[in-house]
C-alpha cells in the first residue's frame, strides 16, 4: 500500500511547520543552536543517504563539510569575498573535491568503498589541519559571522540577529532537502536503486554505473559542502576535528537509527539524536527560565553530569539496532511484522496440538 | 637504529592489535569497528589495576587480557551471531560500545596525564646505539605472542578449523566443525591480543580518550591494505605501517606527518582495492 499525494507528504509539513515555528517561540540562544545543528544534521544524513541508494555507504562525507567550510571561511578571511559568494564557492569546492576523489573510488564496492573514502576523508581534513593558512591544528577563525551580516534585517522584522541567520539556514535547508528529494524521485533515483541492486544488469541495459554513482556523490557534496559553509558563517570558528571521523560515523548514525529505507528517516534520527546530544545544554538554560523547584534541581543535575549524557545516545543505539531492524521509521512495519510472526506461531502451535490429538 | 627499532616496536603493537579484527573480518566477514575502543578498554583497566589496586603492571596486564576475551565471547554472542549478515547494525552496536567507551574514558581522564607504569627500565647498548629496556621488552613479548598466535593459526587444529570458517561457513559447519565455538574461541583471543598491545602503547605513549581512534584507523588500514584471508599479509603491512608511521612525523611537523602515511594507503588501496595479500571479501 503505497500513499500518494497529499497523505505522503504530511509527515513534511508537519517538520517544517515544527521547524519554521518553534524558533519564533524558542528565542533563546541554546535552543536556536540546538535547531541549528539538527538542520545541518538533517541535510548530511539525507545526503549521506542519497549516496546510499546506489547502494555504497560513504565515511567520508564529515570531510566534505569540512571542505566548504574551510573553502567558505578561508575566501571570507583571506581574500575578504562577500557571504553570499564563499558559501556556493565552498559547496561547488566540495563538489569537485568529491568528483575528483569519488571518481577513483566509484569502481570500489561495499566495504571496500566504505573503507577507502573513510581513509581519504581523514586524510583530507588531516592535511587541512597541516595546512598553515586553514589555520593549523589550532582551526580557523574570526569568520565573518552571518547573524552580524543580516542585523538590518533582523531588526527590521523584530527579531534576533541569531535567529534571522537561522531562517537563512532552514530556507537553505529546504532548498537542499527539496532538490534531494526531487533527485531521488525522479528517474536518476531509479537507476541508483537499480545499480545498488545489480550493477551487472543495470550495465547491461544501457546504464552508465560509474556516471550516476559520480553523480550521487556530486549532488551530495555539494549540499553538505553548503551547509558546511554555512555552519562556517554561524559559528565564526571552526576546527578540523569536528569533520573527522566522528562526525561521519554520527551521520551514519543518525541515518541508520531514523532508518535508511525512507527519505524521511534519516531526518527523523537527526531530530531524535541530535536532541538527546544536546539534552545537558538544553536543560540547563531551561532551568532559568522555568519556576517549578523540581525541574530546576533536575536540570542541574542534568547539567552537572552532562559528561554521562552520551551513555543515552548509546543506549538508544543499541535499543534500535536490537529491536528496531528498520529503524524508526520502520516503526509500524516491525509491529505488523512481530504480530504476523506471532499469529503464525499460534496457528503452527494450534495445528500441532490437533494433530497431536488425532 | 633507532628508526628501525621504532618501526620494529610500532609495528609489532599494530600487528598485535590488528590480528583480533583480521579474525574477525576473515572469519565473520565483517568489521568491527569497536576494535580500537576495546583495545582503549584494555590499557585502561591495566592501568587502574596499577594506580587504584597496587598490582604490577605485568599482572595488571594479563588480568586486563582476561577480562577482555570474556568480553570477546559476550561480544561474539550478542553482537556478531545474531547480526552476521546485517552489516548496518553491526556498525550501529560498535558505534554505541564506542560511545559508551570514549565517555567513560573522558569521565575518568579528565586533565590528567595517565601513564601506566614502565615495563622495563634502564637502557641496553645494542651495536653502539642505546636503546630502552621498554621497547626491548615490548618488541619481545610482542613477538612471543605473535608466534604463539601464528603457530595457532598456522599448526593447530584450532587454525585449521578458522582456516575452514573463514573459506566457507556452511562447508565447515557440515563437517562437523562447531563455527560458534570456534568464533567465540577467536574472538577472545584477538580481543585479548588487542588489551596486550593496549597496555604496551599506554605505556609507552600514555592513555588519552581517542587513542582507540587513532589505532582503529591504523588497524583497518594495515587490514584492508593486506587483505582478507591472509595472516601473513598482515605482519608486513603492520611492519610497513610502522616504518610509515615512524618515518614521516620526523620529517613533518604536527599533523602532516600522520595524514601522508594515510594518503599513501589510500593510493595504495586504489591501486588494489582488494588487499595485497588476500583475496576480495564476498558480502
Given at each position: ?110 566495504v ?247 | ?16 592489535a590488528s590480528l583480533g579484527f583480521a579474525f574477525i573480518f576473515n572469519m565473520l566477514g565483517t568489521i568491527n569497528l569497536a576494535h580500537g575502543?576495546l583495545y ?31 568480553v570477546g565471547l559476550?561480544l561474539e554472542k550478542?553482537m556478531f551471531r545474531?547480526f552476521l549478515?546485517?552489516f548496518?547494525?553491526i556498525v550501529?552496536i560498535s558505534?554505541?560500545l ?51 598466535a601464528?603457530?595457532?593459526v ?8 578458522m582456516?575452514?570458517v573463514s573459506?566457507?561457513r ?9 563455527i560458534n565455538?570456534v568464533s567465540a574461541i577467536v574472538c577472545a583471543i584477538g580481543i585479548a591480543l588487542a ?21 582503529n584507523?591504523?588497524i583497518l588500514?594495515?587490514v584492508m591494505?593486506?587483505?582478507a584471508g591472509?595472516m601473513?599479509?598482515i ?46 571479501l564476498?558480502m
Amino acid at each position: 500500500m503505497k500513499k500518494t499525494g497529499f497523505a505522503a507528504s504530511i509527515p513534511f509539513i508537519v517538520l517544517l511547520v515544527l521547524f519554521a515555528g518553534l524558533p519564533l517561540v524558542l528565542n533563546s540562544r541554546t535552543w536556536i543552536d540546538l535547531f541549528v545543528t539538527i538542520v545541518f544534521n538533517m541535510v548530511g544524513a539525507v545526503s549521506l543517504r542519497l549516496i546510499l541508494l546506489s547502494g555504497n555507504l560513504s565515511f567520508a562525507q564529515g570531510a566534505f563539510m569540512g571542505v566548504g567550510a574551510y573553502t567558505a571561511g578561508m575566501l571570507a578571511v583571506h581574500l575578504g569575498l562577500p557571504m553570499w559568494l564563499t558559501i556556493p564557492l565552498g559547496a561547488v569546492m566540495a563538489t569537485i573535491i568529491g568528483l575528483i576523489t569519488g571518481w577513483p573510488f566509484a569502481r570500489l564496492k561495499t566495504v571496500y568503498f566504505s573503507m577507502g573514502t573513510m581513509f581519504m576523508g581523514q586524510a583530507l581534513m588531516l592535511f587541512v589541519s597541516a595546512w598553515k593558512k586553514a589555520g593549523g591544528a589550532m582551526g580557523l577563525s574570526r569568520i565573518p559571522a552571518l547573524g552580524a551580516a543580516l542585523k538590518g534585517v533582523a531588526e527590521g522584522i523584530g527579531i534576533k540577529n541569531y535567529q534571522a541567520a537561522y531562517f537563512v539556514i532552514l530556507l537553505l535547508a529546504i532548498f537542499s532537502l527539496v532538490v534531494m528529494y526531487r533527485f531521488e524521485h525522479c528517474r536518476v533515483g531509479t537507476t541508483l536503486r537499480a545499480l545498488a541492486q545489480s550493477e551487472e544488469v543495470a550495465a547491461s541495459i544501457g546504464v552508465n554505473p560509474t556516471y550516476y554513482r559520480l553523480l550521487a556523490v556530486g549532488v551530495a557534496c555539494f549540499f553538505i559542502g553548503l551547509m558546511g559553509g554555512v555552519q562556517a558563517h554561524y559559528m565564526g570558528t571552526i576546527s578540523y576535528s569536528s569533520y573527522g571521523m566522528n562526525m561521519t560515523l554520527w551521520l551514519i548514525m543518525y541515518m541508520m537509527i531514523g532508518g535508511s529505507g525512507k527519505f524521511i528517516g534519516p531526518m527523523i534520527g537527526a531530530i531524535l539524536i541530535s536532541i538527546v546530544q544536546g539534552i545537558a545544554n538544553l536543560m540547563t538554560s531551561l532551568s532559568g527560565s522555568s519556576n517549578s523547584a523540581g525541574f530546576v534541581a533536575f536540570s542541574r543535575w542534568l547539567g552537572e553530569n552532562s559528561a554521562y549524557t552520551p551513555f543515552l545516545t548509546a543506549a538508544v543505539l543499541l535499543v534500535v539496532a536490537y529491536l528496531l531492524p528498520t529503524g524508526l521509521v520502520g516503526i509500524p512495519d516491525t509491529i505488523r511484522e512481530n504480530k504476523a510472526k506471532r499469529a503464525d506461531k499460534k496457528e503452527i502451535a494450534a495445528m500441532t496440538q490437533k494433530g497431536g490429538e488425532a | 637504529m633507532n628508526i628501525l627499532i621504532n618501526t620494529l616496536v610500532l609495528g609489532i603493537m599494530y600487528i598485535l592489535a590488528s590480528l583480533g579484527f583480521a579474525f574477525i573480518f576473515n572469519m565473520l566477514g565483517t568489521i568491527n569497528l569497536a576494535h580500537g575502543a576495546l583495545y582503549m578498554v584494555g590499557a585502561y583497566l591495566c592501568y587502574y589495576l596499577c594506580a587504584m589496586a597496587g598490582v604490577n603492571q605485568w599482572i595488571a596486564m594479563v588480568i586486563a587480557a582476561i577480562v577482555l576475551a570474556g568480553v570477546g565471547l559476550l561480544l561474539e554472542k550478542v553482537m556478531f551471531r545474531p547480526f552476521l549478515t546485517n552489516f548496518d547494525r553491526i556498525v550501529m552496536i560498535s558505534v554505541g560500545l564506542i560511545t559508551i567507551g570514549q565517555t567513560i574514558a573522558n569521565i575518568l581522564t579528565g586533565n590528567k596525564a595517565m601513564v601506566i607504569p614502565s615495563y622495563g627500565s634502564g637502557l641496553t647498548k645494542i651495536a653502539g646505539t642505546s636503546i630502552s629496556n621498554e621497547r626491548l621488552v615490548t618488541f619481545g613479548v610482542g613477538l612471543v605472542l605473535l608466534l604463539a598466535a601464528l603457530y595457532i593459526v598456522n599448526y593447530t587444529a584450532l587454525g585449521r578449523q578458522m582456516e575452514a570458517v573463514s573459506q566457507d561457513r556452511l562447508g565447515a559447519a557440515l563437517q562437523g566443525i562447531n563455527i560458534n565455538r570456534v568464533s567465540a574461541i577467536v574472538c577472545a583471543i584477538g580481543i585479548a591480543l588487542a588489551a596486550v598491545a593496549g597496555c604496551f602503547m599506554g605505556a609507552y605513549l600514555g592513555l588519552s580518550s581517542n587513542m582507540g581512534d587513532t589505532m582503529n584507523l591504523r588497524i583497518l588500514m594495515l587490514v584492508m591494505l593486506a587483505g582478507a584471508g591472509s595472516m601473513n599479509g598482515i605482519l608486513i603491512t603492520g611492519t610497513v605501517m610502522g616504518f610509515l608511521d615512524t618515518i614521516f612525523p620526523l620529517y613533518f611537523a604536527g599533523n602532516a606527518g600522520s595524514a601522508i602515511p594515510i594518503a599513501i594507503v589510500v593510493v595504495l588501496l586504489l591501486i588494489k582495492p582488494e588487499g595485497f595479500f588476500g583475496h576480495e571479501l564476498k558480502m
